[in-house]
């Protein structure tokens, strides 16, 4: 069984002109973006060409994994008009060994306006507000270089390769692992 989580935020994290808050019904045309791109299904859980009830079982699936015990998946909106805009998440299958696991995605129509590094940054605040975090770590595929420079603006660093499966029952893929230690504790371990 999972460590119950802590509450989920009464205040939704914000960094720079984004909001980290639950996702909504009215979500679901991000979701549908999201799914036009086929890098987005081969990292997450979201089907490559999802239609709207797909894309509102993804939003449902985000809901559960809180209360479930995985972590906080968060909407990424804007903070202007809190349209969403794409995903992060704040994995903690081992927070018990003080590691969190973060991820993002965004949407296409959002792309190349520092979003990523803004939702990362804001999840890595939240992050170190959780009690028995002191690093988080990212896994990134080695040719995505747009994902690793928005990584490294947000602070991580390269800490090596290394075999990371995309989805239960598919052959682990190379990934490349950053970190990120949290405020007040020690440099990451790799």
Avoid at 39 to 54: C, F, I, K, N, W
Avoid at 129 to 134: I, M, Q, S, Y
């Amino acid at each position: 069984m999972r460590p119950r989580l802590p509450a989920w935020p009464a205040v939704p994290p914000e960094q720079d002109g984004v909001r980290l808050r639950a996702f909504r019904d009215d979500d679901v045309d991000t979701v549908l973006d999201l799914a036009g791109d086929p890098r987005v299904a081969a990292v997450s859980t979201l089907p490559e060409g999802a239609d709207e009830p797909a894309a509102r079982a993804w939003i449902a699936r985000q809901h559960r994994r809180w209360a479930e015990g995985a972590g906080f998946s968060f909407a990424v909106a804007e903070g202007a008009t809190d349209r969403a805009v794409g995903q992060v998440g704040l994995w903690l299958d081992r927070w018990a060994e003080g590691v969190g696991t973060v991820g993002y995605l965004v949407a296409p129509c959002a792309r190349r306006r520092g979003v990523a590094t803004r939702a990362l940054r804001a999840v890595t605040a939240f992050a170190a507000t959780l009690p028995g975090l002191d690093r988080l770590e990212l896994f990134v595929e080695p040719g995505n270089t747009a994902s690793l420079r928005t990584a490294q603006r947000a602070g991580y660093r390269r800490v090596d390769v290394v075999p990371h499966p995309r989805r239960a029952g598919d052959e682990p893929v190379p990934m490349v692992r950053l970190a990120r230690r949290l405020p007040g504790t020690a440099a990451p371990r790799g």
